[in-house]
């Protein structure tokens, strides 16, 4: 995901609250939903099919589903009924009811009476309605047009569907939607129906079969124009845009298909069976829904729409295919996904435009750590994710990854980085995992690397001068704790790299005297200078 450079809106921020605080012991397999949503009014039906396995005994357990308010907004629940799938079709009608299942309902969620052994699977239907608060978005794109779209990150996904709302539960998920048949609808997976009804009603199913965490749920429905610009092994490539937005849409959207053979090839086969970029309403400016990436309406004609592009595709791996277990690993996600996009670009135009992002990049750390200075693993921000939507998670995540590049190579880099992805396709990860699997792959041991890059607060702050004795150079770190790292220079106008190792308080490095030294001149040092350097 890429953040807007507005700044959300303060009333928004109270939105994002972490609804499943105190984890709920089921493992959700299976969603199947089914949204009728009306043209003229903002009231979403919903009944969702929600297959899930007991990790323990319980009588009782919750779904996370924000619950009607003062005023209009909220979704009350109807009914609940545990149910037999006995089609594997996703269709509404393709289940025997079983019982009437207890209930009852609070502004967090609604709480099924149930009698469950740890190990037993149970599919339960939750029927459903009311104007989402958030989550599920109707309203007008900038051409006045109506628009339905989800905006689900972080965990947003319960104030329309009742859910396990965290990262770390992951589920197949079949999508059915009701609506006015001058609406395109796109969602997550393949669509497998599309039929026109009675009424100027049609009637769209799409279905996921991989396993994806609720923050990349996708539903969107509007006046789209749609392209099919590529196929990428096998993998078809949609653009979904605005009709009055044709022809810029199509050809900046018409981008994914290089930036898609690209990762495909360095990292290993996209794990979905198709994608599509689609124009939206998304709050951010980019949202990476599994398969089905929403943009900011604003993206089409921008600059930056190659980045954009490649960011967002990159988290088809990183975010979705391989997610977080929780929220203090979301590096894992952003920080990846921004530096896949660095290597895209260096891949494409060269070194010299990664080593220009990077100062970029070190330039926007520098700035959040003066405001905030807390290490990539944070585990503050409890209640508030959006918090993480930082540079630390972008932008700092990005530099340990190059730095990890320059520590081990290229090549074991990316056997790392596909082994990661093959080992945890489908699955969650944590930073522990991955640099387990880093250190399998190069034989190092990289325990300090990790601590103090990702655990620790704020960078190297080096200072610089000559020596007191004609031929020296002094380095001294000044920021509290001490970091290990191998600092390159060059001396005058002499391209050979040179590498010292700085661990202590001050390092001594031997020159010529009369000659000048230049620090870290490939830009591979995530560090600033301090205040009395020369």
């Known amino acids: 995901m890429l953040k807007k450079l507005i700044v959300l809106p303060l009333l928004l921020m109270g939105l994002y609250f972490n609804t499943n605080a105190q984890r709920q012991p089921v493992d959700v397999k299976y969603y199947g939903v089914f949204l009728t949503l009306l043209e003229h009014i903002d009231k979403v039906v919903g009944v969702a099919d ?10 009782n357990f919750r779904l996370d589903l924000h619950g009607p308010e003062k005023g209009d907004t909220g979704m009350t629940v109807g009914k609940v009924t545990e149910v037999r799938r006995k089609l594997s079709t996703g269709m509404m009608d393709s289940v025997v009811q079983l019982k009437v299942i207890p209930f009852k309902q609070d502004s967090k969620g609604v709480y099924l009476s149930v009698n469950a ?51 770390s539960d992951k589920a197949a998920v079949d999508i059915n939607v009701l609506i006015s048949d001058k609406y395109t609808v796109v969602a997550n997976g393949l669509k497998v129906q599309d039929t026109l009804l009675k009424g100027n009603l049609r009637w769209v199913h799409y279905t996921e079969k991989a396993e994806i965490p609720t923050k990349v749920i996708a539903i969107g429905a509007a006046a789209f124009a749609v392209d099919h610009s590529a196929d990428v092994d096998g993998v078809p490539v949609y653009s979904y845009v605005f009709p009055e937005n044709k022809e810029q849409g199509f050809k900046d959207y018409g981008k994914a298909g290089e930036i898609l053979r690209y990762f495909t090839k360095q990292i290993g086969p996209f794990p979905y069976e198709k994608l599509a970029n689609i124009q939206s309403k998304t709050i951010y400016g980019g949202m990476e829904n599994a398969s089905a990436i929403f943009y900011a309406e604003e993206s089409v ?80 921000a409890e209640g508030n994710y959006t918090q993480l939507l930082n540079a630390n998670s972008y932008q700092k995540g990005g530099w340990v990854l190059h730095m990890l590049r320059r520590q081990v190579g290229d090549s074991d880099f990316w056997k790392g980085i596909r082994a990661y992805f093959a080992a945890y396709s489908g699955r969650n990860a944590n930073t522990t995992d991955f640099k387990a699997v880093m250190e399998k792959v190069t ?75 230049h620090i870290d001149p490939k830009m591979n040092l995530l560090f600033k200078y301090g205040s009395n350097d020369l």
């Open 301 to 380: 004609g921008s600059k930056s729409i190659e980045e954009l592009l490649a960011h967002e595709i990159a988290h088809q791996w990183f975010g979705d295919a391989v997610t977080e277990t929780d929220w203090e690993h979301v590096w894992l996600s952003e920080g990846f996904a921004t530096y896949m996009t660095l290597l895209y670009m260096e891949h494409k135009y060269g070194a010299d435009t990664l080593i220009e992002e990077l100062k970029d990049d070190r330039k926007k750390v520098i700035a959040f750590e003066k405001k905030r200075n807390t290490p990539i693993i944070d585990t503050t």
């Open 50 to 59: 929600v297959s899930v396995v007991f990790e323990d005994d319980v009588k």
């Open 117 to 167: 052994r740890k190990g037993e699977k149970h599919t339960y239907r939750v029927e459903y309605m009311g104007i989402p608060k958030d989550g599920l978005i109707v309203s007008r794109n900038k051409f006045g047009n109506r628009t339905y779209f989800t905006d689900n990150w972080p965990d947003r996904a319960h104030y329309w569907l009742p859910c396990v709302d965290h990262p």
């Open 443 to 517: 034989g190092r041991d990289l325990g300090d690397f990790f601590r103090q890059w990702l655990y620790t607060p704020g960078m190297p702050e080096l200072t610089m001068r000559p020596g007191g004795e004609t031929g020296t150079f002094i380095i001294k770190q000044q920021q509290e704790h001490l970091f290990s790292f191998p600092l390159e220079y060059t001396i005058d106008d002499d391209p050979m790299i040179r590498k010292v190792i700085i661990k202590d308080r001050i390092t001594i490095i031997n020159i010529r005297a009369h000659h000048t030294i």
